[in-house]
Nanobody, 120 residues
Framework: QVHLVESGGGLGQPGGSLRLSCAAS????????MGWYRQAPGEQRELVGI???????NYADSVKGRFTISRDNAKNTVYLQMNSLKPEDTAVYYC??????????????WGQGTQVTVSS
């Protein structure tokens, strides 16, 4: 079984910064892609940004230039540095790990979500 544990959410001010972390644990040999999605109230879950094991990234247009994903493959951990926060960044942020190879095959896993609220 693979578990993703997120940390670092909370209240941020407009123009401020927050950093999220997500650590994957369990019996896995590799993770192809790790990243972040978010879901605001009444909205569908949407991509924030992802990074593959080679370091290639893909970001939503709404966060380009403000958010940065980094990844420590040795620790199976992914980070999201969020700068220049806006009220519209308020959402529950979910960590995602895709192409996770375990003894039972390949799968996709989600964290429990962490609330990010941007407000003055």
């Amino acid at each position: 079984q693979v578990h993703l544990v997120e940390s670092g959410g909370g209240l941020g001010q407009p123009g401020g910064s927050l950093r999220l972390s997500c650590a994957a644990s369990g019996s896995m040999s590799s993770i192809a892609v790790m990243g972040w999605y978010r879901q605001a109230p009444g909205e569908q879950r949407e991509l924030v940004g992802i990074m593959n094991s080679g370091g290639r990234t893909n970001y939503a247009d709404s966060v380009k230039g403000r958010f940065t994903i980094s990844r420590d493959n040795a620790k199976n951990t992914v980070y999201l540095q969020m700068n220049s926060l806006k009220p519209e960044d308020t959402a529950v942020y979910y960590c995602n790990a895709a192409g996770v190879v375990t003894v039972t095959g390949r799968g996709t896993y989600w964290g429990q979500g962490t609330q990010v609220t941007v407000s003055s």
